[in-house]
Every structure is written in C-alpha cells, then in structure tokens.
Nanobody, 127 residues
Framework: QVQLEESGGGLVQAGGSLRLSCADS????????MGWFRQAPGKEREFVAA????????KYADSVRGRFTISRTGAKNTVFLQMNNLKVEDTAVYYC????????????????????WGQGTQVTVSS
C-alpha cells in the first residue's frame, strides 16, 4: 500500500529549478520527521534533507545546502523540496521518507533503518 507519494520530478537544464512534493496517505504517524534521499545510477542512496514535525529543524547534505529548501505543511504530512541552481550531479531518483528519528540524526542514518518510503521520482539535469 502506498504511504508516501512523490510528484514534481522531470527533466531540467543545469541552473534550472524543480519543486518536489510528497503527500502522506494518512497512514504514517503524524509526528514523523520527513525528508528526502536520492540515488543516482550505480551509487548508494544518500541523504538530501530532513525537516522536523513542527518544521523548526531542518538538515541538509553539504552538497545541496544553499540550493535546496525543504518545507512542510502544518495541516497534514506534506513535504516539499525546492531545488534551485540544479547541477548535472543532482540527477537521481528522489525518495520521500518518513521516520520517527530526529532530523539531526538523518545525515548519518542507515537508509534501511528508516521506516516509510515513497516509490521515488526521477530528476534529470542536463548540461
């Protein structure tokens, strides 16, 4: 059963922007931390960004800090990832993730230990 559903991926030129969205089907705990991981071809999944339940704590990977912004709505578990100044190396499948782990712990988390995952959305950045 689908618990997290991503949208907003696509093809964009380097320097462009995309906004990813992720909606919760209502089955994940409402106080979950939410965030994004990505996986490029031939590479391991890597942390991108996370946001606390109340939205007051955000964490970013060094590779995206200053270019990506994570946010979430208060009414329901919907999280967004605004991606600006995209680079070719940002090309990957982006996964929405939710877990009870604090946002500060996501940077070094084992992805296999995070509870809820979406199906992923492809982001392709061309040069």
């Amino acid at each position: 059963q689908v618990q997290l559903e991503e949208s907003g991926g696509g093809l964009v030129q380097a320097g462009g922007s995309l906004r990813l969205s992720c909606a919760d089907s209502g089955r994940i705990p409402r106080t979950s931390v939410m965030g994004w991981f990505r996986q490029a071809p031939g590479k391991e999944r890597e942390f991108v960004a996370a946001i606390s339940w109340g939205g007051t704590v955000t964490k970013y990977a060094d590779s995206v800090r200053g270019r990506f912004t994570i946010s979430r709505t208060g009414a329901k578990n919907t999280v967004f990832l605004q991606m600006n100044n995209l680079k070719v190396e940002d090309t990957a499948v982006y996964y929405c993730v939710a877990d009870g782990r604090a946002a500060t712990g996501w940077l070094n988390a084992n992805p296999n230990e995070l509870n809820y995952w979406g199906q992923g959305t492809q982001v392709t950045v061309s040069s």
